[in-house]
């Protein structure tokens, strides 16, 4: 669906992309994660045919970026959508089905396909973020896209309503489209995507799927360890590189030694009451990969 292959894009001194190589297969979700300045949105310019670029190579859709073939297969949702405030939800996807020579009948059906079938005839204007983002995915998806680029998608949006937006793009994954979504809500991407590609200063310093990206970064484990009452003093001084946090004990341990430090806990017996195996956060996964380049 969509293959870069060495893409670099320079403005003018500036070196915005750096032979960045990945790809989106049909019915995959993949999540493009960066700090600000990391190269994301030149990237989906690029892919969308908006910009030209340097070097390497961009299939989308086995197409030129921009070519008739892509776009007809393409859809883009920016990060701020804005629609006229005075139409209503079917009057605007409405007039974009229209805008591509399809009947403006389907508003309603791409409407309910977003949840919005209640709020159709309602004006946009008194629509929440969350039902103003949907309207945005409504649009999307006219014309039935087989590869959507969504710009940050879910910025802004309450946790039930990001929470309702992921599970359309399941339903989409599952029908085939490739999604390529960027996200600062590390978080959620853990659950909601297939695999993760980490941009740092332009460069591709990470992809792969989370577990394997884990694995790689080998970043150490932590047993939060709850002591059994009366037996914080104790317990504390049983384990002295642990760290106090509120009422509990923190004990990092390297990857290969987590079985052993297990063990040493429940040696302690009866002053322990509960033990935790917390693994490395995404935010921890995250940091360790964009910081490898110095950037
Ligand atoms: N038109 C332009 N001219 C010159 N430099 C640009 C231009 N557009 C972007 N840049 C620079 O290219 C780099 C990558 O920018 P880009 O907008 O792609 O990052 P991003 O990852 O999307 O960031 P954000 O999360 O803030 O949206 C930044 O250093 C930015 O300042």
Do not use: W
Not at 51 to 68: K, N
Not at 158 to 182: K, W
Not at 234 to 255: F, I, M, N, T
């Amino acid at each position: 669906m969509l293959n870069l292959t060495s893409l670099t894009k320079q403005y003018g001194a500036l070196a915005a992309l750096s032979a960045v190589s990945f790809e989106v297969a049909p019915g995959e979700r993949v999540a493009l994660l960066g700090h600000n300045g990391a190269g994301k949105s030149t990237l989906m310019k690029i892919v969308l045919g908006l910009i030209p670029f340097d070097a390497g190579q961009v299939s989308v859709l086995g197409a030129a970026p921009g070519s008739a073939q892509a776009r007809a297969g393409v859809a883009y949702l920016p990060e701020n959508v804005a629609f006229h405030p005075a139409l209503t939800g079917e009057e605007q996807i409405g007039l974009f089905l229209s805008l591509r020579g399809e009947s403006p009948a389907r508003a309603r059906d791409l409407l309910g396909r977003v949840g919005l079938h209640d709020a159709a005839r309602r004006r946009i204007g008194t629509y929440s973020k969350g039902m103003r983002q949907r309207v945005g995915l409504a649009q999307a998806l006219i014309g039935r896209p087989r590869l959507l680029i969504l710009d940050e998608p879910t910025s802004g949006l309450d946790p039930v309503s990001r929470r309702d937006f992921y599970a359309l793009l399941d339903d989409l994954a599952a029908e085939g489209a490739a999604i390529l979504l960027s996200s600062h809500a590390l978080t959620e991407v853990e659950a909601r995507t297939d695999r993760i590609v980490i941009l740092s200063g332009g460069h591709l310093v990470a992809r792969g799927t989370l577990s394997s990206l884990r694995a790689k970064a080998d970043l150490p484990v932590t047993l939060q360890i709850t002591p059994a009452p009366g037996q914080e003093a104790r317990l504390a001084e049983a384990l002295p590189e642990a760290v106090r946090v509120g009422g509990q004990l923190h004990l990092s341990s390297a990857q290969g030694q987590k079985l052993a430090a297990l063990a040493r806990v429940a040696g302690l017996g009866a002053m322990v009451a509960d033990l935790d195996l917390i693994p490395p956060s995404l935010e921890d996964i995250y940091s360790h990969f964009s910081r490898r380049d110095g950037q």
